[in-house]
């Protein structure tokens, strides 16, 4: 199966989109995919793929305040808790929040919490599965691939107000 990468300026940085013909399989910031995932990264050839630039499109409004929620199509590679674990975050609207024990406990594994944090790290497709809105169940701003700052960037842009890594309420 034939994979495309697109690398894309943004506000928060160079992000690294993947794609096959079928589906967005990679969204990264920073230099280069992170260790541990599934696919080939190394083996992507750039090109102006139509489902890359539809991304690169949806990105833009994204970042522009337009676009609330992703609808190109997405395919992740990990094991079934994994899985799991993304395909709940997908449901966290835009704005919204939830801690890493509210994520456990929407896949039936409240005790799981670490373990949710740790499939959380390994989303592939950082912001369209919208990990940057999974927060520390004290309000703090946790882990985040492209770093904290950017997280806090993202989640400003959805409408929070965050002072010293700490969620404030909405005003």
Known sequence: MDLYLKHLASPIGELHVYATDRSVVGLF???RPFKGCRRPWQEAREADHALLLETAGELDAYFAGRLR???VPVEVAGTD???AVWESLR???YGELRTYGDVA???DRPA???AVGGAIGSN???II???HRVIGSDDSLTGFGGGLPVKQRLLEMEGHAITHLKLEPKR
Request: net charge positive.
């Open 29 to 31: 910031m920073g230099s």
């Open 69 to 71: 929620s992703f609808t």
């Open 81 to 83: 808790f994994q899985k």
């Open 91 to 93: 449901t966290i609207a």
């Open 105 to 107: 406990r929407a896949i």
């Open 112 to 114: 799981a919490v670490r």
């Open 124 to 126: 592939p497709v950082s």
């Open 129 to 131: 599965i919208p990990c």
